[in-house]
């Protein structure tokens, strides 16, 4: 595809003048056009710049830019749509390329890169022959412009914020992404980098004086490593196939590149930033070659400074400094980055990309750890060591705020923790309504440490353990008896309460690093309840792990994910009953489980009033049930704004499961995200659930709520919100709801 190496181009981490100048070179010979400028959007001046251009190979950026309005090419922005001229100097309207190219191109096709509806830069290609501007040439450069909208979006983004670092580098900053854990802290940024990603890496002065002797022998460890691969590859593929190893080793031993990285060690700079910097260097000078052997050298270059990099890492013991406040930084933080923090010791979670609903996100809401993720161009080396300030109320963090900013935040982190400590005396009252109508609050557990956080809440019960986590923390299916262990402690933490365990619920975004296969369309594929019906031995060794572990507990409940038809839970019945069967016959006393169904499909919703029948409670999986009824993936960024689990269309639904429940004399709960959020749960109450599972970190604010209110003022908040057309009008309403009744510090600190 000819687009492809033009927009990988783009996707370099140079400067974008640079980036965009190998761009309108690259272009003119992949789309074989005279000439190619381009231009981008000056959001503030209301202009666009001339960025690069062949017609001028020494433009400094700033020094073109046209209005809108004033040029030809303004029509593309004006109206979002490509614009052809066969014989320019016959157009109604001057161009400055006219000027540029001295009237000697006569032909033009200039296109728009929009992103989210905003003209973001023009590409213009000039060419001698009107004739070539074939309706291939015009598609493809469509495509192409199409496939810019991201990665321009973002270098332009980047660079923004580097001039602005650049220009003002004490200065305040802030910078905006999606919540993925609601709270506000402040402290000390700990950037975590992730190696595959060299240009992450810091620049920093010498960290001990003990770099060179780790360089060295991390050097040799790979040089031992390559010269294995080389052996093994000349032997399976023959020499041929191995000289790339041989370029390694070659490269390696070089003074280009061992000897560059030992004198700015020499210099003073930490071991880490002086390899970054040798190997782009040299990977710089390979791409601007126009051989395409030298631009793979580059990736190359970089290959091997990953390779010296991992070897450092498994030499360096792991004992990062985290201060007393962290705050972790990271182009994707994940569970484990989080999981090496030392207790106690981390304030809040930064991350480039990830969704709020990985695992990082539940592992936050878990450590009730406020996380701001999704941030565009988040400059990583640029605030590690700073302060910091994350309001995850509003999605934002600030870098080096300002004293009158920093104070005011301060008042409202000690008015949060406040909150905290009157919260916690809510912990063993009832959770009822003013007019004491009673809602049970279980909570969600998914690891084991999230047990002693749902007994020091109240809860009462386990609402949704997530069984899948062992699963993943394991390179092989935990035994039975592995898996029992496991199902007892939870059982047994709350002995006279329910405990609600699903049973594997893998697949789509939940993999299982020994049992994966790749998939197009993995939500819509082999998940939950789909893939164990076909594996059954794995379901019904869980399910007898289950059952033995309820042995002098008997408040076992099983939970069945992603059901979808009627088969399947006849199905699932009739192994739950085999493996009941076989316990008895072991010798196990114990009674029938009881056995639910998650609603999280549409079709489980049409079908509600016939499954109900076949079980004893419903759960609704509110996460998965938002995806598959706005049809919008729950981990794609790209979409997320389109998210909510307040939809109109959300509302309906679950009010209509309510009353099917209710019909049938049906227990139902609700143990998706949106249980435990306080700004729901009037609407829920009034719908009528009596039952809510959520993270234990969010169970007393729900309490709080509960205790404020009456059944009739819930019953109100859905009459009222049921007429409302838009998820935003829900939110304001909602939001002012719990403002008007003295509970918006629930969702925003500050507020009473
Ligand atoms: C849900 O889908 O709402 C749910 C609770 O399950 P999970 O988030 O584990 O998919
Ligand atoms: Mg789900």
Known sequence: MLWQPLVKIIELKHELDVVLSMFAKEACKVLSVDACSVFILDETEHTYTLSASTLVPTLRSGMIYISAKDDLLGKVALREEALIITDMSKASSYSVLQTLSRNRLQSLLAAPVVHKGEVIAIIALQLNDKDKITESLQTDVATLCANLSLPLNRAIHIEDVSEQIEDKPQSPMYFDGVSANDGVQKGIAVARYNITDIEEIPDKPTQSDDEERLFISAVKDVKESLEEMLERVTLLAGSEEAQLFEAYLQMIDSSRFYDAIIGYIRQGIWLQSAIKRVVIEQATLFEQ????????????????????????????????????????VASEVTASMIAEVPKGRLKAIISEHGSSYSHAAILAKALSVPFVTSIKALPISFIDGKEVIVDAYVGRIYIQPAKGLKSAYERLIKHESQKAVELQALKDLSSTTIDGHEITLKANVGLIADLDRALSQGAAGVGLYRSEIPFM??????????????????????????????????????????????????????????????????????????????????????????????EEVKEAKQLIRQAYKEVIEEGFDIDKPRIGIMIEVPAAVVLAERLIDLIDFVSIGSNDLAQYILAVDRTNEKVANLYNQLHPAMIRTLYHLVKVAKKHNKEISLCGELGGNPIATALLVGMGFDSLSMNASALLKVKQVLRSVTKKQCRNVLKQVLKLATTDEVHTYLENFLVENDLGGLIRAGIN
């Not at 010296?308 to 201060?323: Q, R």
């Not at 390179?475 to 029992?484: A, C, G, L, T, Y």
Request: no cysteine; aromatic share 8%; proline share 5%.
């Open 473 to 566: 923390i394991r390179e092989r299916f935990p035994s039975e008896d592995e898996q029992r262990i496991i199902y007892q402690q939870i059982l047994s933490t709350f002995p006279n309460k329910p405990a609600v365990l699903r049973t594997l619920d893998v697949g789509a975004d939940k993999t299982l690093p020994y049992f994966y296969e790749e998939e197009q369309n993995p939500a819509l594929g082999w998940r939950g309840i789909r893939m164990l019906l076909d594996q059954s031995n794995l379901f019904l060794m869980q399910i007898r792990a289950m059952l033995k572990a309820s042995l002098h507990h008997d408040n076992l409940h099983i939970l069945l994910p992603m059901i979808t038809t009627i």
């Open 289 to 328: 070659m126009d051989e395409p052997y030298f631009v793979e050298r580059a990736s190359d270059i970089r290959d091997l400074g990953k390779r010296i990099l991992l070897a450092l890492e498994n030499k360096i013991l792991k004992k990062s400094h985290y201060a007393v406040d962290t705050v972790l």
